[in-house]
């Protein structure tokens, strides 16, 4: 029996291990971050989990248990099954042209001996930037007419191209500004990647008489293979869950042509207030960013030092 | 000969390089100067044709009409308070997480840090809708609360706060201790100035994605008078969509706040992005 209690008390003894004025301070910060993330992290995506298995609406308390309706109800649904398309598309795009570029960039902008700082900054304008300010910006430069870009094309005797109001557009136009505004970022991560390779590799071919090209191609990159894979998961990551841009310049139009996963889901639970839908939605991103997170980590796992 | 040798020279001065990556930062600054061209120009010289790059007449009509019907200080106001403590908030709380989880010893501490940590891989869109419905249930919809409240720590601060304090050296803390130092006295004066680094690398990123924030505050702030920026700036270009020099001049409006700061706090946001890869 003594032992038992014994056993109990060391159980829900949390902290022990410590003493005095340390456990205070633990408790006085850990056990609010341990409710914390119960309460609004834990517990809400255990909520979307509950839902996505409901007829739950937006403002109503009562709902009921429909099974794996919504999930079948989704991906026979031709805009959802787009937006999925969509997003895919989207984010590889995006990220293949992002890193190439970036890559090129970094390379080109390693070794000048002045102004690197000076273009490095411009370099951060677009990341620093709401996205939403930026969908402005782009909005006004794709405008059909009066646009710039549609203005430069006509300069040149060049026919006019329908950016965003264009089924065939609207998805690459897009893309075009996502790659604008994550190359630089990118650029100053390769950088960062690039000087960290120990000097004694570049040095030993340059005497067996290697070109740039040839030391950039075959010691560089394969050193900075690493920092590459992080930047291409991390971006398509980031880019499955792309909303802003979207929402204020196309709004998932012209005829779901730009319709995307994170668009879908606000749709279905603030317009249409069916939650049960949109949360089997999110349910969906959940497991695709999940298990490219997973992979992040497998490939990653020195890099952490936990 | 010669030939070899300018070429050489060339190649020396990184000449190609310069010129494309000059091109290139060319291609990151158009957009935000054809921002600000267009946001001086005049309505009919706007949608002329030929196009003008400068404005023929310079005005600041765009900006007088766009700080009105935005009510620009009222909305600077709204989104720089909750901003700034939002920011106070998750900084001060993940920099005593990571203390707490850097330097103290106690049971299951590795199971609750990855407890805490795993909540990094969460996307916003699979706990927003019930976290939504908590937030009307609290009577919280249109409250500030509802923006700082759900969004009160880090984990990634958390993090690299921890991270960073394995760089603190035991013997210091121990030898404050010796003197009779308490744990908080600890905390504030000793370890909170050797973290001056990393802490003004999380506030100018926290600050900047606090200010820029936008799902959110879109869903829960639905009174005009409460909105953040970018909501606003939103439904302003909504409003007035075919208005592109009172469009450009709120767009300015929008983003100047974010780069003074960032000019002011360049050199931690630099540090922060090549340091630890932070986005």
């Known amino acids: 029996m003594t032992s038992l209690i014994l056993r109990t008390k060391s159980f829900f003894n949390l902290f022990g291990g410590i003493n005095g004025p340390k456990k205070r301070m633990t408790l006085f910060i850990v056990v609010p971050a341990i409710i914390y993330y119960l309460i609004l992290r834990y517990y809400p995506v255990f909520q979307t989990m509950i839902l996505s298995l409901t007829d739950a609406k937006l403002l109503k308390k009562e709902y009921q248990f429909v099974g794996f309706e919504n999930y079948a109800f989704i991906f026979k649904d031709p805009p959802f099954v787009k937006a999925i398309l969509n997003t895919t598309m989207y984010a590889l795009a995006t990220t293949l042209f992002t890193v190439v570029l970036a890559l090129i960039l970094a390379f080109l902008l390693n070794p000048l001996p002045y102004g690197n700082n000076f273009m490095r900054l411009l370099f951060y304008l677009p990341m620093i930037t709401s996205g939403i300010a930026i969908a402005t910006i782009w909005l006004w430069l794709y405008q059909a007419r009066f646009g710039l870009f549609n203005q430069v094309l006509g300069y040149y005797g060049i026919t006019p191209v329908p950016w965003l109001i264009s089924k065939e557009w609207a998805l690459p136009s897009l893309i075009i500004m996502a790659i604008w505004g994550g190359v630089g970022y990118d650029a100053i991560i390769f950088i960062a990647g690039i000087r960290g390779i120990p000097t004694e590799y570049n040095e030993a071919a340059k005497i067996d008489g290697a070109t740039d090209w040839q030391m950039a191609l075959y010691i560089t990159l394969p050193l900075m293979s690493r920092v590459i894979v992080f930047i291409v998961v991390t971006s398509i990551i980031g880019s499955f869950q792309v909303f802003q841009q979207v929402f204020l310049m196309t709004r998932g139009g012209p005829l779901d042509s730009t319709r995307v996963i994170s668009l879908s889901i606000y749709d279905y639970a603030f317009s249409r207030l069916k939650i049960g839908v949109s949360a089997s939605m999110a349910f969906v991103l959940f497991i695709i960013v999940g298990v490219l997170t997973v992979i992040q980590l497998r490939m990653q796992r020195e890099d952490w030092e936990l | ?279």
């Open chain 2, 1 to 279: 000969m010669s030939n070899a040798f300018a070429f050489r020279t060339l190649k020396k001065l990184h000449l190609l390089n310069y010129i494309i990556v000059g091109l290139v930062a060319a291609t990151m600054v158009l957009p935000f100067l054809w921002m600000v061209l267009t946001s001086f120009k005049m309505r009919g010289e706007i949608l002329s044709f030929p196009p003008s790059f400068f404005p023929k007449v310079w005005t600041i009509e765009n900006y007088i009409d766009a700080a009105s019907r935005l009510n620009v200080l009222r909305i600077y106001w709204n989104t720089l308070s909750v901003a700034v403590t939002k920011t106070f908030i998750q900084i001060y709380l993940s920099a005593l997480l990571g203390f707490v989880f850097g330097k103290y010893d106690f049971k299951y501490k590795e199971i609750i840090f990855y407890f805490i940590l795993a909540t990094m891989i969460l996307p916003f869109e699979v706990y927003m809708i019930p976290l939504y419905r908590m937030m009307v249930a609290a009577k919280w919809g249109d409250s500030y609360l509802a923006l700082i409240v759900p969004m009160m720590f880090s984990a990634y601060a958390t993090f690299l706060m921890r991270q960073f304090m394995f760089t603190i050296p035991n013997d210091l803390l121990d030898a404050a201790r010796m003197d009779g130092a308490g744990e908080w006295f600890i905390f504030h004066r000793l370890v909170v100035p050797l973290c001056k680094p990393v802490l003004a690398t999380l506030v100018s990123f926290y600050f900047m994605w606090n200010w820029n924030d936008f799902l959110w505050p879109l869903i829960v702030i639905s009174n005009k008078e409460k909105m953040m920026l970018p909501v606003a700036l939103s439904g302003f270009v909504a409003e007035h969509g075919t208005d592109y020099g009172l469009i450009m001049a709120g767009a300015v409006m929008a983003t100047l706040p974010v780069v003074v700061v960032f000019v002011i706090f360049q050199r931690y946001v630099v540090q922060g992005i090549s340091l630890t890869g932070l986005k």
